[in-house]
C-alpha cells in the first residue's frame, strides 16, 4: 500500500485543518501497529468476531470523534470521522465497518436524546466502556422502514417490543442497541409510526445468535437480533413517539452514507496501491508490466476514479460540518464511492489475471470487502431515487440543514489547531 500518500493529498487539503491532519497521522499508525497484523488472522478466522481493535479504538476515544467534550467525546466532527473510517480501511474495511457502525446510533443520539439521555450515554462511548448498534433491517422488510414489524407495545411505564432484525452491525459488541420499532396500529401513517428505542444487549428476551461468516468483511458481526418481550422503561425512548421514521432516516443519511463513503475510499486505495506495486515489479517480455499501454490505460481509469471519490468523500462531509445543506452530496458521496471502488476492484482483478485467485492474495479481500458498501443506507437505486428527487428539486428535507442548528454547539471551530 505504499503508493498511497501518507501524508494528505493538496486536493484535500481545503477541507483539512491542522488537527484533522494530526488525527490522519495518528490513523495510520494505528492501522499499522495494531490493525495491519490482526488482518490476515482476521480473515483465517471468518468465524471469530474482532473484538480487540474494538477495544483499542475505543480507548482512543474513537467512537465519540463526533460527541462534544461536554460528554467527553472529541467534538472533532465528521472531516475528522471520515478521516479515522478512510485511513483505517485502507488496511482493514472490517476494521473500519466496526467504528463506522457504532458511529451510526451515536449521531442519533446527538441529534435526537434529550439532555439527560445524552449523559447517560454518551460519556460510556467516549470511554470505550459501550459500543452501539442501530437495529432496523428486517428479515421480510430489508431496507423498506415502511414495512418494519417489530412492534412496540405501551405497558404502564414501560414498553414490550417483539421481533427480529437482521444484518445489524457490531450486533455481538454492542453493549445497547437502538432499535426502532412500530409503535402505532397497522394502517397509519409511517412517519408517525415508529419509535426508536434504546435496549440494553442484557435485557431479559433479547438473544443475539452466534456469529456467521459473510463473503467479507472477516472478523466484523453483522447478525441478528430476536427481541421476545423485551421490557424497556419509557426513559429508553429516544425522541419524541412516532419519530422514529426521523431517527433512522436522518442518521442514515448523515452517518451511515458518508462513513461507507469513507469505507469505499480506503479499500479504493488499497485496491489502487496494490495494482500498482504489482504491475511495477511483474516482468514481461523486455520490461515489465507498468510499461504496456493498455494496461497503463486501465490504471488511468483506476486512478481517475480514485481522485474523483477522494473529493466526493471529503467535500460533503466539510459541507456537513459547515451546517450547510448537503444531503444529495452525501448521498452521491456513497452512491459513486462504492460504484468507483467496485469498479477498480473488478479491473485489478481482471489486471492480475489467475494470481488475483490466491485466497492468501490481499486483492481478494478487497474484492469481497467492496461489496458490503452497495446494500446498507440505500442500494444504489435508492441512492438514484434520492438523486432524483434532488433533481427535481422535490428533496423537501434537508437533514442537513434541519439538524445544523441543533448540532451548532458541537460543531468544530474549523480555525483550530
Given at each position: 500500500m505504499s503508493a498511497t500518500p501518507a501524508t494528505p493529498p493538496p486536493a484535500l487539503r481545503p477541507y483539512l485543518t491542522a488537527r484533522h491532519e494530526l488525527l490522519w497521522d495518528e490513523a495510520d499508525a494505528f492501522a499499522a501497529e495494531h490493525v495491519a497484523p490482526r488482518a490476515v488472522r482476521m480473515e483465517a478466522a471468518p468465524g471469530r468476531v474482532e473484538r480487540k481493535v474494538a477495544d483499542l479504538m475505543a480507548a482512543r476515544g474513537w467512537f465519540a470523534v463526533t460527541v462534544p467534550a461536554a460528554f467527553g467525546g472529541l467534538g472533532a466532527g465528521h472531516v475528522a470521522k471520515t478521516i479515522l473510517v478512510h485511513r483505517i480501511a485502507?488496511?482493514?474495511?472490517?476494521?473500519?465497518?466496526?467504528?463506522?457502525?457504532?458511529?451510526?446510533?451515536?449521531?442519533?443520539?446527538?441529534?435526537?436524546?434529550?439532555?439527560?439521555?445524552?449523559?447517560?450515554?454518551?460519556?460510556?462511548?467516549?470511554?470505550?466502556?459501550?459500543?452501539?448498534?442501530?437495529?432496523?433491517?428486517?428479515?421480510?422488510?430489508?431496507?423498506?422502514?415502511?414495512?418494519?414489524?417489530?412492534?412496540?407495545?405501551?405497558?404502564?411505564?414501560?414498553?414490550?417490543?417483539?421481533?427480529?432484525?437482521?444484518?445489524?452491525?457490531?450486533?455481538?459488541?454492542?453493549?445497547a442497541h437502538l432499535v426502532i420499532a412500530r409503535t402505532a396500529k397497522a394502517g397509519a401513517s409511517t412517519s408517525q409510526a415508529l419509535t426508536a428505542f434504546m435496549v440494553e444487549a442484557d435485557r431479559p428476551g433479547l438473544s443475539v445468535p452466534g456469529h456467521r461468516a459473510g463473503l467479507g468483511l472477516?472478523?466484523?458481526?453483522?447478525?441478528?437480533?430476536?427481541?421476545?418481550?423485551?421490557?424497556?422503561?419509557?426513559?429508553?425512548?429516544?425522541?419524541?413517539?412516532?419519530?422514529?421514521?426521523?431517527?433512522?432516516?436522518?442518521?442514515?443519511?448523515?452517518?451511515?452514507?458518508?462513513?461507507?463513503?469513507?469505507?469505499?475510499?480506503?479499500?479504493?486505495?488499497?485496491?489502487?496501491?496494490?495494482?500498482?506495486?504489482?504491475?511495477?515489479?511483474?516482468?514481461?517480455?523486455?520490461?515489465?508490466?507498468?510499461?504496456l499501454p493498455v494496461l497503463r490505460?486501465?490504471?488511468?481509469?483506476?486512478?481517475?476514479?480514485?481522485?474523483?471519490?477522494?473529493?466526493?468523500?471529503?467535500?460533503?462531509?466539510?459541507?456537513?460540518?459547515?451546517?450547510?445543506?448537503?444531503?444529495?452530496?452525501?448521498?452521491?458521496?456513497?452512491?459513486?464511492?462504492?460504484?468507483?471502488?467496485?469498479?477498480?476492484?473488478?479491473?485489478?482483478?481482471?489486471?492480475?489475471?489467475?494470481?488475483?485467485?490466491?485466497?492468501?492474495?490481499?486483492?481478494?479481500?478487497?474484492?469481497?470487502?467492496?461489496?458490503?458498501?452497495?446494500?446498507?443506507?440505500?442500494?444504489?437505486?435508492?441512492q438514484r431515487i434520492r438523486l432524483a428527487d434532488a433533481a427535481f428539486d422535490e428533496d423537501h428535507i434537508q437533514w442537513s440543514e434541519r439538524l445544523a442548528a441543533e448540532a451548532a454547539w458541537a460543531r468544530p471551530d474549523p480555525t483550530a489547531a
Open positions: 485502507r488496511v482493514s474495511a472490517a476494521a473500519a465497518a466496526i467504528l463506522q457502525a457504532s458511529l451510526i446510533p451515536v449521531g442519533a443520539l446527538l441529534h435526537f436524546a434529550s439532555y439527560e439521555q445524552k449523559g447517560r450515554w454518551l460519556p460510556r462511548v467516549a470511554d470505550g466502556s459501550l459500543l452501539l448498534s442501530i437495529a432496523v433491517t428486517e428479515p421480510l422488510a430489508g431496507g423498506h422502514i415502511g414495512g418494519i414489524e417489530t412492534t412496540a407495545e405501551r405497558a404502564g411505564n414501560q414498553w414490550v417490543i417483539t421481533g427480529s432484525k437482521i444484518h445489524i452491525g457490531n450486533s455481538h459488541l454492542a453493549g472477516h472478523g466484523f458481526s453483522a447478525g441478528r437480533l430476536d427481541l421476545d418481550h423485551v421490557r424497556v422503561p419509557d426513559d429508553n425512548v429516544v425522541g419524541e413517539i412516532g419519530q422514529g421514521l426521523s431517527v433512522a432516516q436522518s442518521s442514515s443519511i448523515l452517518y451511515g452514507r458518508p462513513n461507507l463513503a469513507a469505507v469505499s475510499l480506503g479499500i479504493h486505495e488499497a485496491v489502487v496501491a496494490t495494482t500498482t506495486a504489482r504491475l511495477k515489479t511483474r516482468p514481461r517480455y523486455r520490461g515489465i508490466l507498468s510499461d490505460d486501465r490504471i488511468g481509469a483506476m486512478e481517475a476514479r480514485l481522485r474523483a471519490g477522494r473529493i466526493l468523500a471529503y467535500q460533503s462531509v466539510h459541507l456537513l460540518d459547515q451546517g450547510l445543506p448537503c444531503d444529495a452530496d452525501l448521498i452521491n458521496a456513497k452512491y459513486l464511492g462504492h460504484q468507483w471502488a467496485a469498479q477498480s476492484a473488478q479491473d485489478s482483478m481482471e489486471l492480475h489475471g489467475a494470481h488475483a485467485l490466491d485466497r492468501d492474495y490481499v486483492l481478494q479481500r478487497l474484492w469481497r470487502d467492496i461489496q458490503y458498501t452497495y446494500p446498507p443506507a440505500g442500494t444504489g437505486e435508492v
